[in-house]
């Protein structure tokens, strides 16, 4: 099963905060959440903390 994350998001493209939802991958202890930005198709990224 597959963790999700949807919250908000910083779009460096769009200089905007949005709102997405994504996945959640683990990268050297770390959780990030992964999504696109609903308005410009650029990838979004968010740390979430150690694991």
Same mark, same amino acid.
């Given at each position: 099963?597959?963790?999700?994350?949807?919250?908000?998001?910083?779009?460096?493209?769009?200089?905007?905060?949005?709102? $997405?939802?994504?996945? #959640?991958?683990? =990268? %050297?202890?770390? *959780?990030?959440?992964? $999504?696109?930005?609903? #308005?410009?198709? =650029? %990838?979004?990224? *968010?740390?979430?903390?150690?694991?």
């Amino acid at each position: 099963m597959a963790e999700t994350y949807s919250g908000s998001f910083y779009c460096v493209k769009c200089k905007e905060k949005r709102d $997405a939802e994504g996945g #959640v991958v683990e =990268t %050297n202890g770390r *959780r990030m959440a992964k $999504a696109k930005c609903p #308005v410009c198709g =650029t %990838n979004l990224n *968010r740390i979430l903390g150690k694991a």
